[in-house]
């Protein structure tokens, strides 16, 4: 291989690492502005939010939503949703799902912080 043909394998390595970077930074910010949305419309429609969804996603959302609210340390937020699933999803128990937010910590944000 010439040198020439590793600088063009080198850049283009680059290139793939820092597409893939800014995928994963796209889908962490996607994830967080999802769950402020969930948030709003849960705040806003009340149970009628999610009396056509499914009920293990919505359960699922519950849980990272959650989590990403101990995480940033919005308690009014996940006091809300405490007493909405306490009201609204009999038999359901708030996990908040903490895999979510060690995923999301190993995104750097291109502005030098975490997500």
């Known amino acids: 291989m010439s040198d020439n043909e590793r600088e063009d ?8 690492k820092t597409t893939q970077q800014r995928m994963r930074e796209a889908a962490v910010r996607d994830f967080i502005d999802g769950c402020y949305a969930a948030y709003e419309v849960l705040e806003e429609r009340g149970v009628e939010a999610i009396e056509s969804g499914d009920s293990d996603a919505i359960k699922m959302a519950l849980n990272r939503m959650m ?30 799902d903490w895999e979510v937010i060690e995923d999301m910590e190993l995104v750097k944000i291109t502005n030098g912080t975490k997500a």
Do not use: D, S, W
Request: hydrophobic residues 35%; glycine residues 2%.
């Open 9 to 16: 394998n080198n850049e283009i390595r680059k290139k793939i």
């Open 67 to 96: 989590a990403l609210f101990l995480h940033k340390e919005e308690y009014e937020r996940c006091a809300f949703i405490k007493a909405f699933v306490e009201t609204n999803m009999e038999g359901h128990t708030i996990q908040p």
